[in-house]
C-alpha cells in the first residue's frame, strides 16, 4: 500500500479500500450529471423567473452562449482530466498545478459549495411535496418531507455506485419525457401567435437584464464538471470521461436553448413577459403551458415528476459530495476515518454518512427557526453553490495553464492557453456578475448579501489551514496531494 491509498476503515479490513473500477460507462455519468442540473427543474423554476429579472425571450440565446462558455471551459479541463486521474476533481487539478495549499482550498470551497446546493434543493424538494401531497390528504409539515428526502438519498449513497446510476437514469428519461411532450405540443400548434427565431436575436438578447439571464442559464446548466469526479470508477475513463463531458453539455445546452424557445412560443415573444408577470408564482407558468397545450392531465405528472426532479439532483449532489469527503480522507486533509470505502460496496459509505449528517442538521436548524424553505433554505444555499461552483471553474481554469505550462504534453496551444484564458476571463465576469448581484438573486438584502459570499473566503482560508497542518505532519501526502491513486 502506497503513500496515496487509505487504510481499512477500522485499522484494516482486508479490502483494497478504492471506489468500485469499470463499474460506470458514459451514459451511467451523463446521467449523473443531468441529474444534477435537474431539466424539469430548471425549466419550471428556474426559466420563468429567469424570463422576468433577466432577459426575457431572449433566454434561449442566452442558454446557447453559455453551452458556448462551458465548451470553451471543458477543452482544457478534460485535456488536464488525462493526466490527473482522481475523484477529488477540482481539488486534484488545483493541487497538482499550484500545490497543496491551492488545493486545500479548492476541497472546501467545493464541499461548502455542493453540500449548500444539496441542502438548498433539499429545502425546494420538502416544499414541493408537501404541496403535492396536502390536497390529497396527507398534509405534513415540509422538513417532514426533506428528512425523508435525507434518508432516502443516504440509503442510495451507501451503497453501490450502480444503484444510484439505476434509479437516476429512470427518473431523468421521465423528465425529458414529459418537458418533450409540452414542447412538441406547442410546436405542432404553431404556439400562440406562430413560430419564429425571435429569440436568437441580438435584440432579443440584449432586452432587459443580458447578465441577469446568463447568470440564471449558469445556475441551470452546472454539474457536467461533477464528470472528472467518476474518473476512478469509469470503464476506459480517459474515452469514457471526455465523451460523458461533451454529451452532457451538448444535451443540456441544446434541451434547454429548445424547451426555453417552445416556452417563449408558447406565449409569443411580445405576450410572454405580460404573462409571466401576472402569475403569483412564476414557477406555475410551465404547468399553466402544459394543461394549454396538452390538457389538464399531464399537470398531475409533472408534478410528481418535479419531486423526482428534485430528488434526482440531490442525489447527484450526493455523490460528488461522498467522493470529495472520500478523497480529502484518503489524502489525509481531513481525518482518515473519512477516507475508506465499503467492504462490500466500494462506495465512499463514511463520506455518504457525513453528509446525511450534514444535510439533517441544517434542514433542522431552518425548521427550527421558522425560515422558508424555498425563499430562505432554497434560494440563500443554492445561489452561494453556484457562486461557489463558478469560482472554482475559474481557477481551474488557471490550473490548467499553470499545469501545462510545465507538464510538456504536445497539447495544442489552442487547448493549454487560448482557450483556458478564455474561460478565465469570461467566469471572471459572470463572477463579478453574481457578487454584484447576490442580494437580488438569493432574494435577501443587508448582511446576508455579503455575509453568504464571503462563506466562500472562509472556506478557502479553512483549507489553507488544513493543507499547512498537513504539510507539518507528513511532507510526502503534502506533496503527493491531487495524485492519481494507485490501482
Not at 510538456?408 to 483556458?420: A, D, H, M, Q, R
Not at 462563506?455 to 505532519?473: D, H, N, P, Q
Request: proline content about 3%; hydrophobic content about 55%; some cysteine.
Amino acid at each position: 500500500m502506497t503513500a496515496l491509498e487509505g487504510t481499512g476503515a477500522a485499522g484494516g479490513t482486508g479490502h483494497n479500500n478504492q471506489l468500485r473500477r469499470n463499474s460506470l460507462g458514459v451514459a451511467a455519468i451523463v446521467f449523473f450529471v443531468i441529474s444534477a442540473a435537474a431539466p424539469l427543474t430548471a425549466v419550471a423554476g428556474g426559466v420563468p423567473i429567469g424570463f422576468l429579472l433577466g432577459n426575457g425571450a431572449g433566454m434561449p440565446l442566452s442558454f446557447i452562449i453559455v453551452m458556448a462558455m462551458l465548451l470553451i471551459f471543458a477543452v482544457g479541463y478534460l485535456a488536464m482530466a488525462r493526466y490527473v486521474k482522481n475523484a477529488g476533481a477540482f481539488y486534484s487539478f488545483a493541487a497538482q498545478a499550484f500545490g497543496g495549499v491551492a488545493g486545500g482550498s479548492a476541497a472546501l470551497v467545493a464541499l461548502l459549495s455542493y453540500n449548500a446546493m444539496l441542502v438548498g434543493v433539499m429545502g425546494l424538494l420538502g416544499a414541493a411535496t408537501a404541496g403535492f401531497f396536502a390536497p390529497l390528504g396527507l398534509d405534513l409539515p415540509w422538513w417532514v418531507w426533506s428528512l425523508v428526502g435525507i434518508a432516502a438519498t443516504g440509503f442510495l449513497g451507501y451503497r453501490h455506485v450502480e444503484v444510484s446510476a439505476r434509479v437516476l437514469t429512470l427518473l431523468v428519461l421521465a423528465e425529458f419525457a414529459v418537458v418533450l411532450i409540452i414542447d412538441l405540443a406547442i410546436v405542432f400548434t404553431g404556439g400562440d401567435s406562430g413560430l419564429n427565431m425571435r429569440p436568437f436575436t441580438s435584440e432579443q438578447f440584449f432586452t432587459g437584464a443580458p447578465a441577469i439571464g446568463l447568470l440564471f442559464c449558469f445556475a441551470c446548466s452546472l454539474g457536467f464538471e461533477a464528470t472528472t469526479i467518476y474518473s476512478e470508477e469509469a470503464r476506459e475513463p480517459e474515452r469514457t470521461i471526455p465523451r460523458a463531458a461533451y454529451l452532457s453539455i451538448l444535451i443540456i445546452g441544446i434541451f434547454y436553448a429548445f424547451t426555453s424557445w417552445c416556452m417563449v412560443m408558447g406565449s409569443g415573444v411580445d405576450k410572454l413577459l405580460p404573462e409571466v408577470g401576472a402569475l403569483k408564482d412564476p414557477t406555475t407558468y410551465l404547468f399553466n403551458l402544459a394543461d394549454r397545450y396538452v390538457g389538464h392531465g399531464i399537470s398531475t405528472v409533472m408534478g410528481l415528476l418535479f419531486i423526482s426532479s428534485l430528488f434526482a439532483c440531490v442525489q447527484a449532489f450526493h455523490n460528488s459530495i461522498a467522493r470529495y469527503f472520500y478523497v480529502a480522507g484518503r489524502e489525509r486533509l481531513l481525518p482518515a476515518s473519512l477516507g475508506v470505502t465499503h467492504q462490500r460496496f466500494h462506495s465512499p459509505y463514511v463520506g455518504s454518512i457525513v453528509q446525511t449528517v450534514i444535510s439533517l442538521l441544517v434542514v433542522g436548524y431552518f425548521a427550527v427557526a421558522g425560515l422558508d424553505p424555498v425563499l430562505n433554505l432554497f434560494a440563500w444555499l443554492t445561489n452561494l453553490a453556484t457562486l461557489g461552483i463558478l469560482v472554482l471553474m475559474c481557477a481551474t481554469s488557471m490550473a490548467v495553464i499553470a499545469y501545462f505550462s510545465k507538464a510538456k504534453t504536445g497539447n495544442s496551444i489552442l487547448v493549454t492557453l487560448v482557450f483556458p484564458v478564455l474561460a478565465v476571463i469570461s467566469y471572471a465576469v459572470v463572477i463579478y456578475q453574481i457578487v454584484v448581484n447576490f442580494g437580488m438573486l438569493a432574494g435577501t438584502d443587508g448582511t446576508l448579501a455579503w455575509l453568504l459570499p464571503s462563506l466562500i473566503v472562509v472556506a478557502g482560508i479553512v483549507g489553507v489551514v488544513l493543507a499547512l497542518r498537513l504539510k507539518s505532519k507528513d511532507i510526502t501526502r503534502y506533496k503527493n496531494m491531487g495524485r492519481e491513486a494507485v490501482v
